[in-house]
């Protein structure tokens, strides 16, 4: 759903205002919380397609290698986590920096697009990629502390 999604608004952009159809529907009123999608604002335009062509292919591969059991999985998810929380800390930073210093807002007045909608939406994948890239440091650490100790017990013969 995401990846269909995200990059259902990176190629509809422009012309989502007058879209019609589920997706059309869905992006617009997700834009309660944030208008910046009716405008083609370029952060948010460039961060889903980011998402779209980069981090949804990348999870169905890194998807795949936890089904497969591959070395490969906790680099691939580290990467995905890293890139999915750095664009979420950007879109709240450059959201925050209108409201702060230019006194912008793209939220509706009503607290319930901005808590539901703006803040609950997201807030779930700064929490899940934080969590899978805390797993995949320790993961990381694990394997090299095994290889370290290897490498030390070969030294010592």
């Not at 083609?40 to 998402?51: K, L, N, R, Y």
């Not at 591959?70 to 906790?74: A, D, N, T």
């Given at each position: 759903?995401?990846?269909?999604?995200?990059?259902?608004?990176?190629?509809?952009y422009?012309?989502?205002?007058?879209?019609?159809?589920?997706?059309?529907?869905?992006?617009?009123?997700?834009?309660?919380?944030?208008?910046?999608?009716?405008?083609?604002?370029?952060?948010?335009?460039?961060?889903?397609?980011?998402?779209?062509?980069?981090?949804?292919?990348?999870?169905?591969?890194?998807?795949?290698?936890?089904?497969?059991r591959?070395?490969?999985?906790?680099p691939?998810?580290?990467?995905?986590?890293?890139?999915?929380?750095?664009?979420?800390?950007?879109?709240?930073?450059?959201?925050?920096?209108?409201?702060?210093?230019?006194?912008?807002?793209?939220?509706?007045?009503?607290?319930?697009?901005?808590?539901?909608?703006?803040?609950?939406?997201?807030?779930?994948?700064?929490?899940?990629?934080?969590?899978?890239?805390?797993?995949?440091?320790?993961?990381?650490?694990?394997?090299?502390?095994?290889?370290?100790?290897?490498?030390?017990?070969?030294?010592?013969q």
């Open positions: 759903m995401k990846l269909t999604s995200k990059g259902y608004f990176a190629y509809n422009a012309s989502m205002p007058n879209k019609m159809d589920i997706f059309g529907q869905l992006w617009k009123e997700y834009s309660l919380s944030d208008s910046r999608y009716l405008t083609g604002d370029s952060f948010v335009v460039t961060m889903e397609a980011v998402t779209a062509v980069l981090w949804g292919p990348l999870s169905f591969v890194c998807a795949w290698c936890i089904v497969a591959s070395p490969l999985r906790h691939l998810q580290l990467i995905i986590s890293l890139g999915q929380l750095y664009g979420d800390v950007l879109y709240y930073a450059t959201a925050t920096y209108a409201v702060v210093v230019e006194g912008v807002e793209y939220c509706r007045p009503e607290a319930f697009y901005f808590w539901a909608y703006y803040f609950l939406c997201n807030f779930f994948w700064i929490v899940i990629p934080f969590c899978l890239i805390v797993s995949s440091v320790k993961h990381t650490v694990r394997a090299f502390a095994q290889v370290q100790k290897a490498e030390a017990g070969k030294k010592k």
